[in-house]
Every structure is written in C-alpha cells, then in structure tokens.
Nanobody, 125 residues
Framework: QVQLVESGGGLVQPGGSLILSCTAS????????IGWFRQVPGREREGITC????????YYADSVKGRFTNSRDNDQTTVFLQINSLKADDTAVYYC??????????????????WGQGTQVTVSS
C-alpha cells in the first residue's frame, strides 16, 4: 500500500515559522522525488517545491523561493518543509505527493503520484 502522511500544520502568526513533515510508507518509500503543493479554496493546486530522494536536489517556485526549505531525513522516508516569514498568502492546505519529475525547471506528478491527505496552514494574527 502506498501512503504519504503529512503533519505539522496549524495556526501561525505572520512572520512566524512552521515545519511540515511528509512520511512515506509502503511502496511510497521507493519514491523518486516528493513534491509539495498547496491549495486555496476556489484556486488550482500550486506546485511549490520538490526534493529528489537520490541526491537531495530541489526545486522552488518563485512564490516561495528564499522562505521555504525542503530537506529529508537520513533514511529518506520523511521529507521536511520549513516555512519561514509566513504571510497571509501562505494560508492553504499543503499536500505532499510522489513525483515523476523534479528538476531545476519544475516538478511533475505523472500518472501514478500518491498524495497525502493534506495539512492546513493558517497564517493570521
């Protein structure tokens, strides 16, 4: 069974920081790369960053570059997304997903991506 589980969301004040986690189990542990998407109600899901399992190579969308940092643990089963200098515009449900492509140019889910259940991040004072 392929499974990704996110955690770490919550309510944060503007300017604060948060770390989201995405843990892979089952077949998902053999992922090529894991990406993070976020979605606001009424808008399309936005791909914001990814990290490759083999070499830790990353991609960041312009909207998050400089504030978001992707990393993985030593056995590569958990990926972390550190979010700094949070803004109201960062409020969204954040999803992790296994990817078919992750490079300097972007990320691609492909036909067999496995999605986590999502975790809500709310930035508000």
């Amino acid at each position: 069974q392929v499974q990704l589980v996110e955690s770490g969301g919550g309510l944060v004040q503007p300017g604060g920081s948060l770390i989201l986690s995405c843990t892979a189990s089952g077949l998902a542990r053999n992922y090529y790369a894991i990406g993070w998407f976020r979605q606001v109600p009424g808008r399309e899901r936005e791909g914001i960053t990814c990290i490759r399992r083999s070499d830790g190579g990353t991609y960041y969308a312009d909207s998050v570059k400089g504030r978001f940092t992707n990393s993985r643990d030593n056995d590569q089963t958990t990926v972390f997304l550190q979010i700094n200098s949070l803004k109201a515009d960062d409020t969204a449900v954040y999803y992790c997903v296994t990817l078919a492509q992750c490079s300097y140019y972007g990320l691609e889910v492909g036909d067999s991506g496995s999605w986590g259940q999502g975790t809500q991040v709310t930035v508000s004072s």
